[in-house]
């Protein structure tokens, strides 16, 4: 009974350096997502996916890659990061069927781009 | 585009109740939900309402919802220390599996 695993949970880069935030879950959900949440400024979505091989764009997608090949995982990359990609990235997956009780949220990975 | 907004703060005595508000945009969100963040953690689902209900209790939790107004609230009664975090309100999409989470209203009890 994991639910949302993400690894690792502290972080920290250097400007440039690139990496790879990590999510699995074991609930079998369709749909995964990555969120930034920066103070005063609520949740961002980065990108999702709503299954295995299709991922999409959200609200703030530069400077973040994503993959989907299995269901349970949907790592994060950082292509080059820059100190403006500090922050707390969850990663939340649901269930697609109706009715829809919300997201499971990992615990969180903090990051410091330095 | 959609859109959801809270306060900030909100400071209550240890005892009495709180009252979070949240307003929203998309008038056509199927669920809305109350999600908990403690220090540290990630987000824990509270409660949901679905959108053609007024009231939903559950234990010490009353969630209101008026439509035509786009405003939903989170009251706790007999608030505990335990309950200082902040707490997310969070719209559904209609036709997608979005939720568009509000800015979060940190909560903060004293005794």
């Known amino acids: 009974n994991a639910g949302v695993t993400q690894t690792p949970k502290f972080q920290v880069l250097k400007t440039g350096q690139s990496m790879t935030l990590q999510c699995a879950q074991d609930?079998?959900?369709?749909?995964m997502s990555w969120y930034r949440q920066d103070p005063g400024m609520g949740l961002r979505l980065i990108h999702y996916?709503?299954?295995?091989?299709?991922?999409d764009q959200g609200e703030v997608p530069n400077g973040y890659n994503v993959s989907r090949s299995t269901t349970e995982d949907f790592p994060l990359r950082l292509l080059s990061a820059a100190p403006s990609q500090t922050s707390v990235y969850f990663c939340?997956?649901?269930?697609?069927?109706?009715?829809?009780?919300?997201?499971?949220f990992g615990s969180g990975t903090r990051l410091t781009v330095v | 585009g959609e859109d959801v907004e809270q306060s900030l703060f909100l400071s209550v005595r240890e005892g009495d109740s709180s009252v979070i508000n949240c307003t929203y945009t998309?008038?056509?969100?199927?669920?809305l939900y109350w999600y908990k963040q403690e220090p540290g953690a990630g987000l824990q689902l509270l409660t949901y309402?679905?959108?053609?209900?007024d009231m939903k209790q559950d234990q010490r939790l009353t969630v209101l919802l008026n439509k035509k107004d786009k405003h939903l609230s989170l009251r706790i009664a007999d608030t505990q220390t335990g309950d200082s975090a902040i707490y997310f309100c969070?719209?559904?999409?209609?036709?997608?599996?979005?939720?568009?989470f509000g800015t979060g209203t940190r909560l903060q009890v004293f005794p």
């Open positions: 309402i679905f959108s053609n209900m």
């Open positions: 939340a997956s649901s269930t697609r069927t109706v009715p829809n009780y919300g997201y499971t």
């Open positions: 969070a719209e559904s999409i209609k036709n997608t599996d979005k939720l568009i």
């Open positions: 996916s709503v299954g295995a091989g299709i991922t």
């Open positions: 609930m079998n959900h369709e749909y």
């Open positions: 998309d008038s056509s969100s199927t669920y």
